[in-house]
């Protein structure tokens, strides 16, 4: 099978998300590293996509570059992954759209619920995907918690508690760290700081794996450090449209947690839990039975766990083979064959909803709002 040609806008040398998106795109032989626009400063855009291997004639200087020279060639690139800063994606995800490009942006996929709404009615009109990089989704015992509850093994869903929570930003004399304090900033962060940033993927979790969407949420919001605007610590209390209750806690500030990204789903008759920092487990408890614990690689896990696992039982598989496991459904769904575990434009905007309305909740003292854009109210 041939092939697919592949694109990246952003990620430049020294970029936090890059090297996985170049791990990832790359790991399993789908795509060959084609076309890049690597850098706001050209010139070294330039000289960092040829130092990559990509072609000196497609190694552009900035994304209209890019757009220009890929659209009207016989080989035009099949998908590009859009990481750069948060408030540039709407406009270069919509433009890569229209032109006819498969897209994966990173999170969060717009700034405003508009676009990305926008977002969702230009992909279904040009036909393209446009996929977001929940990559945590794509662990493989992540989709075995998913397949696990859509097949009833922890019966109805009650209760679901995730949260997402470091310390990496607690302290007050980092505050003018240019690398902490735009994530602060409103005018480069957006309306959210946390949640937008770390809360955001506890939330699409929480929704990936019960199989269901956040309905309404309450929200408390607090900036323990004075000198920042936005928050830096986040409770959020949610309810999902199947009755679900929802618990989450997202905090930069919790000094002594490292990633801090965990889940439990508690049902009528077990319960399951995954934590980022033990990926290839999942714990599993049915009512009035023993826990178990179920490794990645071995027997009898369900399809899509299998099929996303690479490596023998007790061997890692960690954050860039997560997001490699992104582009493998990308490279199907390119191909024909869709996987719904793929996360799309419509969590994108769901999400830029709960961040937008979890604001209007914390400002509110926490009143109970609709969490849901109003194209799917």
């Not at 990926?279 to 996303?308: C, F, H, M, W």
Request: hydrophobic letters at 40%; proline letters at 4%; one cysteine or more.
């Amino acid at each position: 099978m041939a092939k697919l040609k592949w694109g990246m806008i952003g990620g430049g040398e020294g970029s936090q998300i890059g090297p996985a998106h170049r791990l990832g795109a790359l790991a399993d032989g789908h795509f060959t590293f084609t076309a890049g626009a690597l850098d706001h400063r050209p010139d070294v855009g330039r000289e960092y996509a040829q130092r990559l291997g990509i072609a000196e004639e497609r190694s552009y200087g900035d994304w209209t570059e890019m757009l220009a020279g890929e659209k009207d060639r016989d080989d035009r690139i099949d998908l590009v992954t859009v990481a750069t800063p948060n408030a540039t994606h709407f406009e270069i995800t919509k433009s890569f759209l229209e032109a006819g490009f498969n897209v994966l942006c990173e999170k969060p996929m717009t700034m405003t619920v508009e676009e990305g709404e926008e977002i969702v009615k230009v992909a279904e009109k040009s036909g393209k995907i446009c996929a977001v990089n929940y990559c945590y989704s794509a662990y493989p015992m992540v989709r075995q918690a998913r397949a696990m509850v859509r097949a009833g093994e922890i019966g109805k869903v009650r209760l679901v508690v995730t949260n997402f929570s470091h310390g990496h930003h607690g302290d007050a004399g980092d505050a003018d760290n240019p690398r902490v304090r735009w994530r602060y900033d409103p005018e480069m962060a957006g309306v959210s700081g946390q949640f937008a940033d770390c809360g955001i993927h506890a939330l699409h979790m929480a929704s990936f794996i019960c199989d269901d969407e956040v309905e309404r949420l309450s929200a408390d919001f607090a900036s323990t450090i004075p000198s920042r605007v936005l928050e830096d610590d986040a409770m959020v209390n949610f309810r999902m449209e199947g009755g679900t209750v929802g618990r989450l806690w997202t905090s930069s500030v919790a000094i002594g947690r490292q990633h801090g990204f965990d889940i439990q789903v508690f049902g009528e008759t077990g319960g399951l839990r995954w934590a980022s920092e033990q990926p290839n487990q999942l714990i599993y408890t049915p009512v009035s039975g023993r826990t178990q614990v179920i490794e990645k690689g071995e027997g009898g896990l369900y399809d899509d766990a299998q099929r996303l696992s690479r490596v023998a039982i007790a061997h890692p598989e960690g954050f860039p083979l997560a997001v490699a496991n992104i582009y493998c459904d990308l490279a199907d769904a390119i191909r024909g064959e869709a996987r719904d575990g793929l996360p799309n434009a419509a969590d994108g905007v769901r999400s830029m909803a709960a961040v937008h309305n979890a604001v209007a909740s914390a400002k509110a003292g926490g009143e109970w709002v609709d969490a849901r854009p109003p194209m799917f109210r």
